[in-house]
């Protein structure tokens, strides 16, 4: 069974730039998160999708992130226009349920690098 | 304000001896608690759980205790093993709401 996935592995963008991340969570996860690792610091959570809708985006840092799951597959974050401050490691997770009753899997993380 | 703490950023122990890493959290709120354990390059993977109504829980090498009172847990590695040279994460989530991670202790087994 394939895991997590995430594109691309590596973002170099300037500031001002958008870029756009994916997540592809494990097939049949209704459950799906975003967080966000800056500077070898804590793990963030940044939001929750129960199949295409946000049950909770209390993480989300501005509105310059943007996060979509259209059809309750895949999903993309946006950032747009990226800051300095955005750099870093946005992992994705994905769980047959809620947690923390259901184990949630993480992707590789997508390493963005703002300069 | 943090409220996952992990106040050591690496440790390093002799392969077959035990490794323990530390977590202490401010918020008592909190009744469920997991570590994760990460290599470079990989998403971080769940090694072990524990939930607030006990305090300790095993699974293999691996043992988790939790002091409530404390507001502290540790998870335990016997005996440690070059393999599991990682980043480990301490986590916590209470009601079912979402992770609250800690920054993570960098293990270095050493043969």
């Known amino acids: 069974e394939a895991g997590v996935t995430q594109f691309p592995s590596h973002s170099v963008i300037e500031k001002g730039q958008t870029v756009t991340l994916r997540c592809d969570p494990i097939?049949?996860?209704?459950?799906l998160y975003w967080y966000r690792r800056v500077m070898g610091k804590e793990i963030k959570f940044l939001l929750h999708?129960?199949?295409?809708?946000?049950?909770?985006e209390s993480g989300m840092p501005n509105n310059r992130f943007l996060a979509e799951r259209t059809g309750g597959t895949y999903s993309t974050l946006k950032v747009q226009p990226a800051e300095l401050e955005d750099s870093g490691v946005y992992f994705c997770?994905?769980?047959?349920?809620?947690?923390?009753?259901?184990?949630?899997?993480f992707g590789p993380g997508t390493r963005l690098t703002v300069t | 304000d943090q409220q996952v703490k992990q106040n050591s950023p690496s440790l390093s122990v002799q392969e077959g001896r035990i490794s323990i890493l530390n977590c202490d959290y401010t918020?008592?709120?909190?009744?469920?608690f997991l570590w994760y354990k990460k290599y470079p390059a990989e998403g971080p993977t769940f090694l072990i759980s524990?939930?607030?109504?006990?305090d300790k829980n095993e699974d293999g090498r691996f043992t988790v205790f939790l002091n409530k009172s404390a507001k502290h847990l540790s998870l335990h590695i016997v005996p440690s093993q070059p393999g599991d040279s990682a980043v480990y994460f301490c986590?916590?989530?209470?009601?079912?709401?979402?992770?609250?991670f800690g920054p993570g202790t960098r293990l270095s087994v050493l043969p």
């Open positions: 997770a994905s769980s047959l349920g809620p947690s923390p009753s259901y184990e949630q899997y």
């Open positions: 097939s049949g996860h209704d459950n």
């Open positions: 999708f129960v199949k295409e809708s946000k049950q909770d």
């Open positions: 918020n008592s709120m909190f009744d469920y």
């Open positions: 524990i939930s607030s109504i006990k």
């Open positions: 986590a916590a989530s209470w009601y079912g709401q979402n992770f609250v």
